[in-house]
């Protein structure tokens, strides 16, 4: 609470007997959420940009600009349109000369913009090293002394469907995450892991963060990967089984904007298109995650595009009821923060959440997992052993105990 006068109340819960280190962060301070604002403001569209590439003979190529607008494409008198009302996606490409709209491609980052932010009245402020960062503050006392209490874990629920998220969703004890939506498991051995999984087919779509998921069953499962062609890691699609326990990943990117490679823009696939091609049933598991990629965006571009995939799932539980839907949160992370740092991916998943809300559906509070841990550098990308406590958290509901 600010008290509006330099001063601050903070309330937490004590969780767990022994002693206790208060840790508070400064995550931003007004004046640099006034520059991340004022940034996003001045630059809705372009901040960063994307290409689409035609690849010619002899090795040589066409590059076009492409974003959600096609306002930003200044002296072009031709644009392709590749938007997808209907999975709630806007995207435009400016049209290469003598080549048709409908010819394939690949879709790419814009390079060139990347440093782009580092030229933005107030950029300086963002600097490594700067105090604009995440920054510990110091106050007495740093530690406290709990005596035994009630214990927080003592009446927790199985893991099904539906469940209300609390604000404070767990908590690490000697590293180990502790649910406080429900009773989740812990695996010490890949035999727990492929007698949870037996059976089923696992279709991940959305961003690296839920990739990150598809390559972690696949290394603890010791699955066996099957190349699909023109595909790349980064984006895939990707396909792994296990025979033997008649197990299935799959991982599809979602569609633009993606930062990325050049990949080919046919296996770009927008999220609620994929979803509407999954039959469903009690052997299938939907985990969707979508938020990285938009963050430097207004945040009406991600609540269409949520919009859809809302719609979808509706459509996939109304044809298939039994078909366990997961909704992967954002992460913390050591993003550019103005154009994908926390402050900013915060406010998409605010977005997500509520969307998702009341929903039959199991949320993954990925947010809560990265930021209550203290042993690794803040990532955009997790580190395993998070990864596995957050596919543990998944399995909870998968084969709930």
């Given at each position: ?51 689409k590439r035609y690849i010619l003979e002899n090795n040589a190529y066409i590059d076009t600009k492409c974003n959600v607008d096609p306002a930003i494409f200044k002296n072009t008198s031709a644009v392709c349109n590749y938007s997808d009302p209907h999975a709630g996606a806007w995207w435009y490409c400016e049209k290469a000369a003598n080549i048709s709209c409908n010819t394939p491609g690949y879709h790419g980052t814009d390079n060139g913009r990347r440093n782009r932010y580092k030229n933005f009245k107030g950029g300086k402020l963002f600097r490594r090293g700067n105090n604009a960062m995440k920054k510990s503050i110091s106050g007495s006392p740093s530690k406290l002394y709990v005596r035994k209490g009630q214990d927080p874990l003592a009446n927790r629920t199985r ?243």
């Amino acid at each position: 609470m600010d008290h509006q006068n330099g001063t601050y109340t903070a309330t937490f819960r004590l969780l767990w007997e022994g002693e206790v280190t208060i840790k508070i962060q400064l995550v931003h301070p007004r004046q640099a959420i006034d520059v991340i604002e004022r940034t996003i403001r001045k630059h809705p569209i372009d901040l960063v940009m994307f290409r689409k590439r035609y690849i010619l003979e002899n090795n040589a190529y066409i590059d076009t600009k492409c974003n959600v607008d096609p306002a930003i494409f200044k002296n072009t008198s031709a644009v392709c349109n590749y938007s997808d009302p209907h999975a709630g996606a806007w995207w435009y490409c400016e049209k290469a000369a003598n080549i048709s709209c409908n010819t394939p491609g690949y879709h790419g980052t814009d390079n060139g913009r990347r440093n782009r932010y580092k030229n933005f009245k107030g950029g300086k402020l963002f600097r490594r090293g700067n105090n604009a960062m995440k920054k510990s503050i110091s106050g007495s006392p740093s530690k406290l002394y709990v005596r035994k209490g009630q214990d927080p874990l003592a009446n927790r629920t199985r893991c099904v469907r539906g469940l209300t998220t609390p604000q404070i969703s767990g908590f690490y004890l000697n590293g180990v995450w502790n649910s406080l939506v429900c009773k989740n498991r812990h695996f010490s051995s890949q035999a727990g892991w492929q007698q949870c999984l037996k059976g089923k087919t696992l279709h991940f779509m959305g961003d690296s963060t839920i990739r990150q998921w598809w390559e972690h069953f696949v290394r603890i499962l010791k699955m066996g990967k099957t190349h699909i062609p023109w595909a790349i890691h980064k984006t895939g699609p990707l396909l792994a089984r296990d025979p033997v326990n008649n197990i299935t990943l799959n991982y599809r990117s979602h569609g633009p904007p993606r930062n990325c490679p050049f990949t080919r823009t046919f296996l770009l696939r927008y999220v609620a298109n994929t979803i509407d091609e999954i039959e469903g049933g009690p052997n299938d598991v939907v985990g969707i995650t979508m938020w990285a990629h938009f963050t430097s965006y207004p945040v009406e571009v991600y609540r269409k595009r949520m919009e859809a995939v809302r719609a979808a799932i509706e459509r996939l539980l109304h044809r298939s009821p039994e078909t366990l839907v997961v909704i992967k949160s954002a992460n913390t992370g050591r993003g550019n923060e103005l154009k994908s740092g926390d402050w900013l991916a915060h406010k998409l998943d605010l977005i997500m959440r509520e969307m998702f809300r009341g929903m039959n559906v199991v949320l993954v509070d990925v947010w809560e997992m990265t930021n209550a841990q203290t042993w690794h550098r803040d990532n955009i990308h997790p580190a395993p052993d998070i990864i596995v406590q957050e596919l543990e958290f998944l399995c909870s509901f998968i084969c709930p105990l």
